[in-house]
């Protein structure tokens, strides 16, 4: 499995950014796909998730702000109305959906990830 992101960069508070992550060698239709950040000296925490219904789910600080879509092999997060709390470097990952783990939000369950791409708000 190999996932890239793109699309980071620096971008005043209240701007916009728009993440990408090609994703291949995975199969299977039933997948938690999503995106992550981490901060120095912080925990990797989750953003945005899709459920292998189609369903995303957004942390409470996002929400409204962030929205995150899947089209074929690629997943997208699109960022408005940046904060600087938003700046982290931001992962997409992937892993497959199981009833033993359902929750796609669970950091720990992820074992396949990217490279990262910072997102600086100031």
């Known amino acids: 499995v190999q996932l890239v992101e793109s699309g980071g960069g620096l971008v005043q508070p209240g701007g916009s950014l728009r993440l990408s992550c090609a994703a291949s060698?995975?199969?299977?239709?039933?997948?938690?796909v999503g995106w992550f950040r981490q901060t120095p000296g912080k925990e990797r925490e989750a953003v945005a998730v899709?459920?292998?219904?189609?369903s995303p789910t957004y942390v409470d600080s996002v929400k409204g702000r962030f929205t995150i879509s899947q089209e074929k092999n690629m997943l997208y997060l699109q960022m408005n109305s940046l904060k600087p709390e938003d700046t982290a470097m931001y992962y997409c990952?992937?892993?497959?959906?199981?009833?033993?783990?359902?929750?796609?939000?669970?950091?720990?369950?992820?074992?396949?990830w990217g490279q990262g791409t910072q997102v600086t708000v100031s």
């Open positions: 060698g995975y199969s299977g239709s039933r997948n938690c």
């Open positions: 990952a992937a892993r497959a959906w199981t009833s033993a783990n359902p929750n796609c939000l669970l950091v720990r369950r992820y074992n396949n």
């Open positions: 899709i459920y292998p219904s189609g």
